[in-house]
C-alpha cells in the first residue's frame, strides 16, 4: 500500500467542504451575484389542459422595473427549436412527446409556463406576472395514466393522435419457456410512487454574457451539467466551446 | 434590491453588529439578510415557513424569516448563521459535531438546522433527550442525510457539555 | 413567492389600532405571522395594508384575576408553552400548545392569531372551546365580550368585523377541572390534526363524573362539543361497559372529506380518541382525589 492509500483506505474521512458549509459559506444559486443582474419569472398555467385563446401582456410591461417579456414566438427568434430535448434514447419519442419551451396555443399541466418576464428583481417580477391576462378555453385532462390508455379516453394533448407515444416491453431471459414449465406462476400489480428529484435548494439558473460578447457563462443547480450545456448550445445554435458552465453544489 | 415602492429605514443588530439598510414593507427578513446584507448563508426553502431553511434567532429565538418582514427587525438582535462561529471562523461545538458526524450533504438545509439547535442548547430546562432532539429537528427538512446523522451530533454535543 | 406591496403600520396602542382598521382601506392585523404571511408570499391574499400589533405591549401580557385567567391575544404559543402559570392553572392548554406546528413557528405564532384564523384542525379553538373561554374585543364602540362559542361563527370564519381586533382571551377558573386528556391524529408531528380531542372533567366524592366537556377538532368545519356523550356520561361513573354503550355505534358525523383524511376515517379517529381521552381524563380525576 502506497503512502497515499494508506492516508484514505479503511480510514474515517471528513469532507473537505464542510467548514464552508457550515459557517454559510457555501455558493448556492441564489447566491450568485452579478452586478445588474435581472429576474426571470414566469407566468404559468392555471389549468391541467386548456386552450390558450389570448395572452396581452400590455400592461404588464408598463410596470417599473419590467425590462422585458417574451412570449414563445419571441424566443423563436433566437431558438432552433420550439420544444425541449427529453433525455430519452434518441429517435425513440417523436417530437410532440416533447415539452414546449413555452406553451403558445394549448396548455398540458397546472404550472407550464406560458410567458417570460424579466425585470428588476423577483418582487416586481411576480408583480408584473399578475398583470398579464391569459385568456383560457378549459379542456378535459386526463390524470391518470391508466384510463389514458383506454380508446375511449379523451387526448391529454390536441396536437396528438393517441395519448401513447411509445410502448416498451422490457423483459429479461425467455419467458415463455419459462413460464411453460413453471409450477406456480405468480402476477401481481406493483404500484411505485412517481420519483422526482426534490433537494431542498429550489431549481435555477443564472446566465450572463462574458465581456467581448463571445460567449456565456452559466450557473445552474444541476446535476447534468454536460447534458444542460449540450442542450443549451443546440438550442442556441452556439458552440460548445463558447460556454463556461460551472455546477454550483 | 429594487422594488419600486417607499423604503424604509431598518436599524438592528445582526451578528452582534448594528446595521441599517433601507427595504420595502414588503421585503421578507430572509430578502433583506440575503440581498441587502450580503447574508447569504441563511436559504431560501418553502417561503411558507414548513421547510426550515430560512430559521434565523430573532432575539435568541429561532424563527422563520421568510414569515417575517424586514420592518419587523427593527430594533432587534439578530443572529444568523454567519454570526455562530467566532471572528476568526474557528467552528462551534455544534459545527465541529456535524463535521464529524457527517450530518450535512448538499448544506442547504443545515444553517437552519444550526440555528434551532443554537436555541436549544442555549435554553434552560430541556430534557436532552432523543426525543425532545427530534422535536427540535421536526421543524426542518433534510433530503439528503435521513436525519440520523443530524441527532447523532446533537447527541454528541449533549454528551460533551455533559448536559445529561 | 413574493408578497404585493402593501402599507405597513405598526401602532404602539391598542386604540392606535383600532383607530387604524377604522380609517384604513383593505386592511388586514398582523399577528404572528405564521398563517398570514405565507398567504401573502403565494398572494392567496393581498391587502393593501397591515397592521402589526407586535409593538402592543399590552396584548403581550398573562394576567391572573380571581376568577379568571386573561391571556393576551399577541402571547405566542411559546410563551404559553413555557408558562408555569398556565401549566398550573391549564394544563390542558399547556399540554396542547406542544401539537401546534413546531417549535419555530410556535416561538412567533400566537394565542389570538390561531383563533381568529380558525383553522377546522387547530388546537387553540377546540382548548378554548373545551375551557369555556370568552373573548375580550375592542372596536370603534368600545370592547365587548364574546363566549367562544358564539365567537367560532363558521369554518376560518370568527364572529367579528374588520374594525375590531382581539385584545385578550379569557379562560375562566371556577369549574373545578380535576382531569384533563388531549390527543390528535396527525401522519406526523407538526402536521395539522386530522382529528383533535380535548376533555375536561370534574369527579365527585363517590367517583361520579359532577360535570365534563369533551370536544372534537378537525372532524367538522369548526371544532365542537360532543354534547351527547356528555350528557350520557354525567352523574355516573365512568367504567368500560358505559364506554362501550356510548360508543357501540362508533361515529357518524358529517365530517370534513379531502385529500388527508375521508369522512368515515375520521369519524373512526374521533370515536377511538374520544374514548381513549375520556379514560385518561377520568384516570386523571382519580388521581387527584387520591392524592387530597
Given at each position: 500500500m502506497n503512502a497515499i492509500q494508506a492516508r484514505y483506505l479503511g480510514r474515517r474521512t471528513k469532507r473537505i467542504e464542510d467548514p464552508d458549509l457550515l459557517v454559510g459559506k457555501?455558493?448556492?444559486?441564489?447566491?450568485?451575484?452579478?452586478?445588474?443582474?435581472?429576474?426571470a419569472y414566469f407566468v404559468r398555467s392555471e389549468y391541467a389542459h386548456a386552450r390558450i385563446c389570448s395572452v396581452d401582456t400590455s400592461l404588464a410591461r408598463k410596470l417599473p422595473g419590467v425590462e422585458a417579456i417574451y412570449t414563445l414566438s419571441d424566443l423563436m427568434q433566437v431558438l432552433?427549436?420550439?420544444?425541449?430535448?427529453l433525455a430519452f434514447p434518441p429517435g425513440k419519442l417523436s417530437k410532440i412527446a416533447m415539452p414546449k419551451i413555452l406553451a403558445s396555443d394549448e396548455v398540458l399541466y397546472v404550472g407550464e409556463p406560458i410567458v417570460l418576464i424579466i425585470a428588476s428583481d423577483r418582487y416586481i417580477a411576480e408583480d408584473a406576472a399578475e398583470l398579464v391576462v391569459v385568456d383560457y378555453e378549459e379542456l378535459t385532462a386526463v390524470v391518470d395514466p391508466?384510463?389514458?390508455?383506454?380508446s375511449e379516453s379523451c387526448l391529454a394533448s390536441s396536437r396528438t393522435k393517441s395519448n401513447t407515444f411509445i410502448s416498451m416491453m422490457v423483459g429479461f431471459g425467455d419467458c415463455d419457456e419459462e413460464f411453460g414449465r413453471a409450477d406456480n406462476i405468480l402476477s401481481e400489480e406493483f404500484y411505485q410512487h412517481r420519483g422526482v428529484p426534490n433537494p431542498m435548494e429550489p431549481r435555477g439558473l443564472v446566465a450572463t454574457v462574458n465581456p467581448g460578447k463571445e460567449s456565456l457563462s452559466i450557473w445552474a443547480s444541476s446535476q447534468l451539467t454536460h447534458e444542460l450545456r449540450n442542450t443549451i448550445c443546440e438550442m442556441l445554435n452556439f458552440l460548445p466551446e463558447t460556454f463556461g458552465l460551472l455546477r454550483v453544489t | 434590491m429594487t422594488d419600486q415602492s417607499e423604503q424604509i429605514s431598518i436599524t438592528a443588530t445582526f451578528?452582534?453588529?448594528?446595521?441599517?439598510?433601507?427595504?420595502?414593507?414588503?421585503?421578507?427578513?430572509?430578502?433583506?439578510?440575503r440581498h441587502k446584507l450580503d447574508l447569504t448563508g441563511t436559504h431560501v426553502g418553502c417561503e411558507h415557513g414548513v421547510c426550515g431553511a430560512c430559521t434565523v434567532l430573532v432575539d435568541g429565538l429561532a424563527v422563520r424569516s421568510c414569515l417575517m418582514f424586514a420592518v419587523q427587525a427593527v430594533g432587534r438582535q439578530i443572529v444568523t448563521v454567519e454570526g455562530l462561529s467566532s471572528a476568526n471562523q474557528d467552528l462551534t461545538d455544534i459545527q465541529k459535531a456535524f463535521w464529524e458526524r457527517h450530518g450535512l450533504q448538499c448544506g442547504f438545509c443545515t444553517a437552519g438546522i444550526l440555528m434551532s439547535l443554537e436555541e436549544y442548547f442555549s435554553t434552560e430546562g430541556n430534557s436532552y433527550s432523543e426525543d425532545e432532539i427530534k422535536d427540535v429537528l421536526s421543524g426542518h427538512l433534510c433530503r439528503c442525510t435521513g436525519y440520523q446523522n443530524i441527532v447523532r451530533a446533537a447527541l454528541d454535543i449533549v454528551s460533551d457539555r455533559t448536559l445529561k | 413567492m413574493k408578497p404585493a406591496q402593501f402599507q405597513y403600520h405598526k401602532p404602539q396602542t391598542i386604540s392606535e389600532a383600532?383607530?387604524?382598521?377604522?380609517?384604513?382601506?383593505?386592511?388586514?392585523?398582523?399577528a404572528g405571522g405564521q398563517t398570514l404571511v405565507p398567504m401573502l408570499n403565494f398572494r392567496v391574499s393581498a391587502f393593501d395594508n397591515i397592521v402589526d400589533l407586535g409593538c402592543i405591549p399590552e396584548l403581550s401580557t398573562i394576567n391572573e384575576n380571581v376568577d379568571s385567567l386573561d391571556i393576551g391575544s399577541m402571547v405566542t404559543q411559546r410563551m404559553l408553552e413555557y408558562s408555569s402559570l398556565v401549566k398550573e392553572k391549564l394544563p390542558l392548554l399547556s399540554h396542547a400548545i406542544?401539537?401546534?406546528?413546531?417549535?419555530?413557528?410556535?416561538?412567533?405564532g400566537t394565542i389570538g392569531g390561531?383563533?381568529?384564523h380558525l383553522d377546522p384542525s387547530a388546537e387553540i379553538p377546540l382548548v378554548a372551546l373545551t375551557l369555556r373561554a370568552s373573548v375580550e374585543i375592542a372596536g370603534p364602540e368600545g370592547s365587548r365580550d364574546a363566549v367562544i362559542s358564539d365567537f367560532i361563527e363558521d369554518m376560518l370564519t370568527p364572529a367579528i368585523s374588520e374594525h375590531e381586533l382581539v385584545v385578550k382571551i379569557?379562560?375562566?377558573?371556577?369549574?373545578?377541572?380535576?382531569?384533563?386528556?388531549?390527543?390528535?391524529?396527525?401522519?406526523?408531528?407538526?402536521?395539522?390534526a386530522i382529528v383533535a380531542i380535548a376533555c375536561v372533567m370534574e369527579m365527585g366524592t363517590n367517583g361520579e363524573v359532577k360535570d365534563l366537556v369533551l370536544a372534537a377538532g378537525g372532524l367538522c368545519e369548526v371544532p365542537f362539543r360532543l354534547e351527547k356523550i356528555e350528557d350520557a356520561i354525567r352523574g355516573k361513573k365512568l367504567n368500560q361497559s358505559l364506554l362501550a354503550s356510548i360508543f357501540e355505534n362508533g361515529f357518524s358525523f358529517d365530517a370534513l372529506d379531502d385529500v388527508f383524511a375521508p369522512s368515515w376515517y375520521r369519524n373512526r379517529l374521533a370515536c377511538t380518541g374520544a374514548k381513549r381521552v375520556l379514560a385518561e381524563a377520568y384516570e386523571r380525576c382519580q388521581s387527584y382525589q387520591e392524592l387530597i
Amino acid at each position: 500500500m502506497n503512502a497515499i492509500q494508506a492516508r484514505y483506505l479503511g480510514r474515517r474521512t471528513k469532507r473537505i467542504e464542510d467548514p464552508d458549509l457550515l459557517v454559510g459559506k457555501g455558493k448556492y444559486i441564489d447566491d450568485i451575484k452579478i452586478p445588474g443582474m435581472m429576474h426571470a419569472y414566469f407566468v404559468r398555467s392555471e389549468y391541467a389542459h386548456a386552450r390558450i385563446c389570448s395572452v396581452d401582456t400590455s400592461l404588464a410591461r408598463k410596470l417599473p422595473g419590467v425590462e422585458a417579456i417574451y412570449t414563445l414566438s419571441d424566443l423563436m427568434q433566437v431558438l432552433r427549436f420550439d420544444r425541449l430535448p427529453l433525455a430519452f434514447p434518441p429517435g425513440k419519442l417523436s417530437k410532440i412527446a416533447m415539452p414546449k419551451i413555452l406553451a403558445s396555443d394549448e396548455v398540458l399541466y397546472v404550472g407550464e409556463p406560458i410567458v417570460l418576464i424579466i425585470a428588476s428583481d423577483r418582487y416586481i417580477a411576480e408583480d408584473a406576472a399578475e398583470l398579464v391576462v391569459v385568456d383560457y378555453e378549459e379542456l378535459t385532462a386526463v390524470v391518470d395514466p391508466r384510463k389514458g390508455l383506454k380508446s375511449e379516453s379523451c387526448l391529454a394533448s390536441s396536437r396528438t393522435k393517441s395519448n401513447t407515444f411509445i410502448s416498451m416491453m422490457v423483459g429479461f431471459g425467455d419467458c415463455d419457456e419459462e413460464f411453460g414449465r413453471a409450477d406456480n406462476i405468480l402476477s401481481e400489480e406493483f404500484y411505485q410512487h412517481r420519483g422526482v428529484p426534490n433537494p431542498m435548494e429550489p431549481r435555477g439558473l443564472v446566465a450572463t454574457v462574458n465581456p467581448g460578447k463571445e460567449s456565456l457563462s452559466i450557473w445552474a443547480s444541476s446535476q447534468l451539467t454536460h447534458e444542460l450545456r449540450n442542450t443549451i448550445c443546440e438550442m442556441l445554435n452556439f458552440l460548445p466551446e463558447t460556454f463556461g458552465l460551472l455546477r454550483v453544489t | 434590491m429594487t422594488d419600486q415602492s417607499e423604503q424604509i429605514s431598518i436599524t438592528a443588530t445582526f451578528n452582534g453588529k448594528e446595521m441599517t439598510a433601507g427595504a420595502s414593507a414588503r421585503t421578507t427578513l430572509v430578502d433583506f439578510l440575503r440581498h441587502k446584507l450580503d447574508l447569504t448563508g441563511t436559504h431560501v426553502g418553502c417561503e411558507h415557513g414548513v421547510c426550515g431553511a430560512c430559521t434565523v434567532l430573532v432575539d435568541g429565538l429561532a424563527v422563520r424569516s421568510c414569515l417575517m418582514f424586514a420592518v419587523q427587525a427593527v430594533g432587534r438582535q439578530i443572529v444568523t448563521v454567519e454570526g455562530l462561529s467566532s471572528a476568526n471562523q474557528d467552528l462551534t461545538d455544534i459545527q465541529k459535531a456535524f463535521w464529524e458526524r457527517h450530518g450535512l450533504q448538499c448544506g442547504f438545509c443545515t444553517a437552519g438546522i444550526l440555528m434551532s439547535l443554537e436555541e436549544y442548547f442555549s435554553t434552560e430546562g430541556n430534557s436532552y433527550s432523543e426525543d425532545e432532539i427530534k422535536d427540535v429537528l421536526s421543524g426542518h427538512l433534510c433530503r439528503c442525510t435521513g436525519y440520523q446523522n443530524i441527532v447523532r451530533a446533537a447527541l454528541d454535543i449533549v454528551s460533551d457539555r455533559t448536559l445529561k | 413567492m413574493k408578497p404585493a406591496q402593501f402599507q405597513y403600520h405598526k401602532p404602539q396602542t391598542i386604540s392606535e389600532a383600532i383607530q387604524l382598521l377604522s380609517h384604513l382601506e383593505n386592511a388586514r392585523l398582523l399577528a404572528g405571522g405564521q398563517t398570514l404571511v405565507p398567504m401573502l408570499n403565494f398572494r392567496v391574499s393581498a391587502f393593501d395594508n397591515i397592521v402589526d400589533l407586535g409593538c402592543i405591549p399590552e396584548l403581550s401580557t398573562i394576567n391572573e384575576n380571581v376568577d379568571s385567567l386573561d391571556i393576551g391575544s399577541m402571547v405566542t404559543q411559546r410563551m404559553l408553552e413555557y408558562s408555569s402559570l398556565v401549566k398550573e392553572k391549564l394544563p390542558l392548554l399547556s399540554h396542547a400548545i406542544k401539537y401546534v406546528g413546531h417549535r419555530q413557528t410556535r416561538n412567533r405564532g400566537t394565542i389570538g392569531g390561531s383563533l381568529c384564523h380558525l383553522d377546522p384542525s387547530a388546537e387553540i379553538p377546540l382548548v378554548a372551546l373545551t375551557l369555556r373561554a370568552s373573548v375580550e374585543i375592542a372596536g370603534p364602540e368600545g370592547s365587548r365580550d364574546a363566549v367562544i362559542s358564539d365567537f367560532i361563527e363558521d369554518m376560518l370564519t370568527p364572529a367579528i368585523s374588520e374594525h375590531e381586533l382581539v385584545v385578550k382571551i379569557k379562560f375562566p377558573l371556577r369549574y373545578m377541572w380535576n382531569g384533563w386528556a388531549f390527543t390528535e391524529f396527525s401522519r406526523r408531528k407538526g402536521d395539522f390534526a386530522i382529528v383533535a380531542i380535548a376533555c375536561v372533567m370534574e369527579m365527585g366524592t363517590n367517583g361520579e363524573v359532577k360535570d365534563l366537556v369533551l370536544a372534537a377538532g378537525g372532524l367538522c368545519e369548526v371544532p365542537f362539543r360532543l354534547e351527547k356523550i356528555e350528557d350520557a356520561i354525567r352523574g355516573k361513573k365512568l367504567n368500560q361497559s358505559l364506554l362501550a354503550s356510548i360508543f357501540e355505534n362508533g361515529f357518524s358525523f358529517d365530517a370534513l372529506d379531502d385529500v388527508f383524511a375521508p369522512s368515515w376515517y375520521r369519524n373512526r379517529l374521533a370515536c377511538t380518541g374520544a374514548k381513549r381521552v375520556l379514560a385518561e381524563a377520568y384516570e386523571r380525576c382519580q388521581s387527584y382525589q387520591e392524592l387530597i
